[in-house]
């Protein structure tokens, strides 16, 4: 990958004439009445539908509620609404381009992303595989077509509203005021690691896949490649819970801990290896989103 194509995607809002320090502050107070708002919304929403007593537990629950359906469509919405929560406060702020948080090459490339999406599905299907023959089933098949589409559908978008607010808005903003990348995607991953409430080696795993994100993120420019992986690390545990291979729990076990953290550095490395060998990250996007 040439290093000086295009400009450095951390440091990347400096290069907007309009961006000044605090900006991305204002970004970030406006983004959140959004989301505030939008998530009320789900509430209402989900509540009139299967009762709000019901949808209160689910919420109180942590990551134990995506074993259940609703909780599950509730927990995933609950993150992709940060897409257009950003897209709102940057409209208003109006300090750079939204496109600018989804890359320093111009835009969001969906073609990018789709092939980033290859290398960590085969990785995740054999793990998922091999963990299912050694330990069998954990509970009961409750997957079904409509949960299998709509998960299709909203988990990617759950994944990518993530990383336009770590990797794009945090790990930006860390990286226009100090121009460190390095200390930027520590920033991030500690910011990224104190939304999850696992137990403490979950905690540490996290930290870990902040890290491997962020530096994807860096070497690639944009949100593609990261948002690829995390898709894939979210929608295959989604699926492998329905199928009752896997339990969602707040807490990890050690094997859990050690299997997540190697796929996910493997996943990155080949990403990273691969898209750099076929420049994968040189195209420059043309269609901003």
């Not at 107070?29 to 709000?52: D, E, M, N």
């Not at 919405?77 to 709102?88: D, G, M, Q, T």
Request: glycine share 6%.
């Amino acid at each position: 990958m040439s290093e000086n194509k295009f400009p450095e995607y951390i440091t990347f809002p400096r290069t907007f004439e309009k961006y000044r320090w605090y900006k991305p502050i204002l970004v970030f107070i406006i983004a959140t009445i959004v989301y505030v708002i939008l998530q009320a919304l789900i509430f209402v929403i989900f509540g009139q539908a299967y009762g709000f007593d019901n949808i209160f537990t689910l919420a109180t629950q942590g990551y134990e509620s995506l074993n259940s359906e609703v909780g599950s469509y509730i927990g995933y919405l609950s993150v992709a609404i940060f897409i257009p929560s950003l897209y709102i406060a940057s409209l208003i702020v109006r300090d750079r381009p939204f496109s600018s948080y989804s890359s320093s090459r111009g835009g969001w490339n969906w073609k990018l992303f789709f092939k980033s999406l290859t290398i960590p599905l085969a990785v995740y299907i054999i793990y998922e595989i091999i963990t299912a023959l050694i330990y069998g089933q954990k509970g009961p098949n409750t997957l079904t077509l409509t949960f299998f589409i709509i998960c299709m559908i909203i988990v990617p978008l759950q994944c990518i509203g993530e990383e336009y607010i770590m990797r794009g808005l945090v790990m930006q903003t860390f990286g226009s005021w100090f121009k460190i990348p390095v200390l930027a995607i520590v920033l991030q991953s500690i910011v990224f690691t104190s939304l999850h409430p696992y137990s403490i080696l979950g905690v540490i795993g996290v930290f870990i896949q902040g890290i491997c994100l962020g530096f994807l993120t860096w070497r690639s420019n944009g949100l593609e490649a990261s948002s690829a992986i995390h898709s894939v690390n979210n929608l295959i545990s989604a699926y492998f819970v329905a199928l009752g291979f896997e339990v969602s729990s707040s807490v990890i076990t050690p094997y859990d801990f050690a299997s997540t953290i190697f796929v996910s550095v493997i996943s990155t490395l080949l990403v990273y290896y691969i898209g750099t060998k076929k420049g994968w990250f040189e195209e420059k996007t043309e269609k901003l989103w």
